[in-house]
């Protein structure tokens, strides 16, 4: 079985399927929710400064053809500063 590659929608790098969060804007409901359900998908790498650039230029919104809400974005640095520390942006 071949490995499954995506693409970051930030930096645009390519990897294996399990190096990425996968954001799902579910069909037919359009609700935007993390890892899991059918519909559009986008993958962005678990690294501060993409998750900067995505929200920052709306990058999310764009692939996913649809509104993503701010609550998705605080989940998303939530579940970056748990897992990475060493990743944080310094403010």
């Given amino acids: 079985m071949k490995p ?4 970051c929608i930030s930096c645009r790098q390519v990897n294996l399927k399990q190096e990425f969060w996968r954001i799902v804007r579910v069909f037919p409901s359009g609700k935007v929710q993390l890892d899991q359900g059918m519909g559009r998908s986008a993958y ?4 501060a400064s993409c998750l900067q650039a995505a929200q920052k230029k709306n990058r999310l919104g764009r692939s996913l053809h ?7 974005y605080q989940t998303l640095w939530q579940r970056l500063n748990h897992s990475n520390p060493q990743d944080r942006i310094q403010s």
């Avoid at 499954?4 to 693409?7: C, K, L, Q, V």
């Avoid at 962005?44 to 690294?47: E, L, S, T």
Wanted: glycine share 6%; aromatic share 6%.
């Fill in 4 to 7: 499954n590659y995506r693409r």
């Fill in 66 to 72: 649809g509104t993503v809400p701010e609550t998705l």
């Fill in 44 to 47: 962005i790498c678990p690294q």
